[in-house]
């Protein structure tokens, strides 16, 4: 499927070709999807609120933009 995928030109195809990748992905989910951020930022001087972690739990409630 991947393949198929890759060597798919045509976005409609492409597209399709995805999807049943993705669906195969989900219906048989032989693992768990994780995302890691180790140390999560906030860059931008307009975000209030954002307290630096010091422990692996963020609080992603807090900040806002201003």
């Known amino acids: 499927m991947i393949a198929e995928a890759r060597n798919a ?3 409609a195809e492409r597209d399709a070709a995805l999807a049943r990748l993705h669906a195969a992905g989900v ?3 032989l693992f768990v999807w994780i995302a890691h951020d180790v140390a999560p930022r906030a860059m ?3 975000i209030r609120g954002y307290v630096q972690p010091q422990s692996w739990f963020v ?3 807090l900040p ?3």
């Open 9 to 11: 030109f045509d976005p």
């Open 27 to 29: 219906d048989e989910a």
């Open 44 to 46: 931008s001087p307009r």
């Open 59 to 61: 609080d992603l409630r």
């Open 64 to 66: 806002y933009i201003q």
